[in-house]
């Protein structure tokens, strides 16, 4: 099939979905567990990245702070703020954790959108693990604070009795669809935004002087990726918090 | 057939390379890695000095903020100081100008006293001596008309020159 | 052999472009919550600030469903 589509590629030669492809960095062998991959790479860079701007950015420490030190101190406040108006007093006890996650998600949204980057947050395995871990943790702190008044959440006193039971039933739908729907959407609009990009070029590659179009495009859209990247990564963070909230106080909300 | 995909994989990618379960524990490995290091880089250096930093801030904004509102307190306890100087030097300087005013009208009544004083004697010097300077003109007249008189009665009829009668008669007329 | 899984594959790609139908629906969801939101930040703008991210919530959850259409779209295209 692959070779039929190669065959009869007149001038499209669109593969949006090659940017995601899992390979070794050195050699051409299986990917294994601990392959060395773009993944890694993608993955060190991220890491790398965050370091320099939250560890080597605060470095001065300075009451007046410093450009770099200034960027910090604001991602810091805004998730710290977000977790507080949300999850209230005793949500601060997971901001790290919460902190971790956002500043994970924000930087590798940014950096696979430099060309040729490896986007690792476009893939469900590395957002599923990332959902599934917020959702397990969430239950479990729901069952530890609450014991078994957690159940609580499910079963909406405010509602007529008839009602109840059916209510439950979506209720629990929707608690188990949560990690479900937090990584798709984080990995459906990373993955979606860059194919898009990758169509629009493949339309520049075959359209010669009216190529000037999709570049056009190309640049639009890559604004709006900026935007949906960064309000992703918020998303991401602020439904942490809201499924916390849901733990701390299941009764009220 | 799995090597097959594999092979394309590395060319194009067949289907969506997100649903290529091989790659799974790979990256899921990786991530773990990753998260663990940010969480301890996190943890153990951003956030304490983060949090350090902010509370130093508002340690310094606090105690600014002190030092402004005793500094406002002095400032306006200054402008109360100064506006009751104000106030006293206001009465004082009314105070002075009545008193100078006074002295100055008491010098002045004085001045004037003693200018109308002067010019009444020498209004009255000045009476006596054009009373004197009359008295002399008159006698004067006396004389010239008398001797005048005497002259003229010599050239025109020498007999009846009489000098005493002549006299009486110049003063008679000079009355008259 | 061959006529069947061009049929096959052109029911997956007919029932793709149809799943992706729905991501209009999450685009009329999006744009209601974001519609209503600004004519009540309008009509308050007090207010507005603090209800921000509880606008970004129901933009996610809006647009989750979409997302899963896009999901299903891509599932019929190249996973089979």
Redesign the interface.
């Known amino acids: 099939m692959s070779a039929e589509a190669e065959s009869a590629g007149n001038g499209f030669n669109i593969h949006p979905m090659d940017q995601f492809v899992v390979k070794p960095l050195f050699g051409h062998g299986d990917v294994g567990m601990f392959t060395i991959t773009n993944v890694t790479l993608w993955m060190g860079i991220t890491v790398l990245a965050i370091i320099a701007l939250l560890v080597l950015g605060t470095r001065g420490r300075a009451v007046v702070p410093s450009r770099s030190q200034s960027i910090a101190e604001s991602i810091y406040l805004f998730v710290h703020k977000m977790l507080e108006d949300i999850a209230g007093k005793e949500g601060l006890k997971y901001f790290p954790y919460i902190f971790t996650l956002f500043i994970f998600i924000l930087v590798a949204n940014i950096l696979g959108l430099i060309p040729g980057a490896f986007t690792t947050t476009s893939h469900i395995a590395v957002t599923a693990v990332m959902a599934m871990a917020v959702f397990i943790t969430v239950t479990l702190i729901g069952f530890y604070k609450n014991g078994i008044g957690f159940l609580g959440l499910f079963w909406i006193s405010s509602a007529p009795l008839i009602l109840r039971p059916i209510l439950a039933l979506i209720e629990i739908i929707s608690y188990f669809v949560r990690p479900i729907s937090h990584s798709i959407r984080l990995a459906g609009n990373m993955m979606a935004g860059h194919a898009v990009i990758k169509v629009f070029a493949g339309f520049a590659g075959a359209l010669g002087v009216f190529s000037v179009f999709p570049i056009v495009a190309i640049m639009a859209v890559y604004g709006l990726e900026m935007l949906v990247v960064c309000i992703q990564a918020y998303v991401f963070a602020i439904l942490t918090c809201v499924y916390l909230n849901d733990a701390l106080h299941p009764g009220g909300h | 057939m799995a090597s097959e995909t ?1 092979s ?13 379960f ?14 663990v ?3 301890f ?3 153990r ?3 304490p ?2 949090a ?3 509370a ?2 508002h340690d ?1 904004i606090q105690r600014d903020l002190e030092k402004a509102e005793e500094l406002k307190q002095k400032a306006v306890e200054a402008e109360e100081a100064y506006n009751k100087a104000l106030a006293d030097a206001r009465v004082e300087a009314s105070n002075i100008v009545v008193a100078t005013k006074a002295v100055i009208q008491k010098d002045l009544d004085k001045a004037i006293a003693k200018a109308d004083a002067e010019i009444a004697a020498k209004a009255a010097e000045g009476e006596v001596k054009i009373k004197e300077i009359r008295d002399n003109a008159v006698k004067a007249v006396k004389v010239v008309a008398t001797d005048t008189a005497a002259a003229i009665i010599q050239s025109v009829m020498p007999a009846a020159s009489d000098a005493k009668a002549i006299k009486t008669a110049v003063t008679a007329r000079l009355k008259g | 052999m061959a006529v069947e899984g061009d049929l096959v594959q052109m029911g997956a790609l007919i029932g793709a472009g149809l799943a992706c139908t729905g991501m209009g629906g999450a685009a009329v969801g999006v744009g209601h919550v974001v519609g209503n939101y600004l004519s009540g930040a309008l009509r308050n703008p007090a207010a507005a600030a603090g209800q921000t991210a509880t606008m970004f919530i129901g933009i996610a959850f809006a647009e989750a469903l979409g997302i899963f259409s896009f999901l299903v779209a891509l599932l019929l295209m190249y996973a089979q």
């Open positions: 594999q394309a994989a590395s060319e194009h990618a067949v289907g969506m390379p997100q649903l290529d091989a790659t799974f524990p790979n990256q899921i490995f990786w991530l773990v890695v990753t998260l290091v940010i969480f880089v996190l943890n250096i951003v956030i000095r983060i350090s930093v902010l130093d801030r310094t």
